[in-house]
């Protein structure tokens, strides 16, 4: 039996260009790994407020803030902790300190030199294993600053 087909059949059904214009799925990919609450803020599936975020780390408000300025960076990879991480993690480590700085200036905890001497200033700390305070198993970040005292001396 013949059949006779659209004249735009091929364009319509086979054109590789279709395969480009097909809507993709833009939310950001995440591992979540089960009951971390980190993998779930980094999916976007719990609320944080969110002060930077790129295809490798997310940065946000910790919700019991300990200093004035208080953020987690924090990597969208689940590491556990700091003694989970190997070679293939350094440039994402250094990434995350050299972004601890910037995002303490902008948020009014960051460090200046000045005529008068050093001025303003934050902490950096990662916290691993029960013996080191650490409460959350997905490898993040502190970055505490802003004028004191703080709240509690971590
Ligand atoms: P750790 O002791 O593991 O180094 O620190 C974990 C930090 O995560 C704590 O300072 C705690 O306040 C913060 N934290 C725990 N759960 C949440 C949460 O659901 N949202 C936010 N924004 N911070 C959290
Ligand atoms: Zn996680």
Same mark, same amino acid.
């Given at each position: 039996?013949?059949?006779?087909?659209?004249?735009d059949?091929?364009?319509?059904?086979?054109?590789?260009?279709?395969?480009?214009?097909?809507?993709?799925?833009? &939310?950001?990919?995440?591992?979540?790994?089960?009951?971390?609450?980190?993998?779930?803020?980094?999916?976007g599936?719990?609320?944080?407020?969110?002060?930077? &975020?790129?295809?490798? *780390?997310?940065?946000?408000?910790?919700?019991?803030?300990?200093?004035? *300025?208080?953020?987690?960076? =924090?990597?969208?990879?689940?590491?556990?902790?700091?003694?989970?991480?190997?070679?293939?993690?350094?440039?994402?480590?250094?990434?995350?300190? =050299?972004?601890?700085?910037?995002?303490?200036? &902008?948020?009014?905890?960051?460090?200046?030199?000045t005529?008068?001497?050093?001025?303003?200033?934050?902490?950096?700390?990662?916290?691993?294993?029960?013996?080191?305070?650490?409460? *959350?198993?997905?490898?993040?970040?502190?970055?505490?600053?802003?004028?004191?005292?703080?709240?509690? &001396?971590?």
């Amino acid at each position: 039996m013949w059949i006779r087909w659209p004249a735009d059949f091929r364009y319509r059904h086979f054109d590789p260009r279709h395969a480009a214009l097909a809507p993709k799925n833009t &939310e950001k990919e995440s591992q979540i790994v089960d009951n971390c609450i980190f993998c779930k803020i980094a999916a976007g599936k719990i609320p944080a407020k969110t002060v930077y &975020e790129d295809d490798d *780390v997310i940065a946000f408000h910790d919700i019991h803030p300990a200093a004035p *300025v208080h953020v987690l960076i =924090v990597p969208r990879e689940h590491i556990p902790t700091l003694a989970d991480a190997n070679e293939k993690h350094t440039a994402l480590l250094g990434r995350m300190m =050299v972004l601890a700085p910037k995002l303490a200036a &902008e948020l009014g905890g960051g460090y200046r030199h000045t005529p008068e001497g050093p001025m303003g200033g934050f902490k950096t700390l990662v916290n691993s294993g029960p013996d080191g305070g650490q409460e *959350v198993y997905h490898l993040h970040l502190h970055v505490m600053g802003g004028p004191r005292p703080w709240r509690s &001396e971590r």
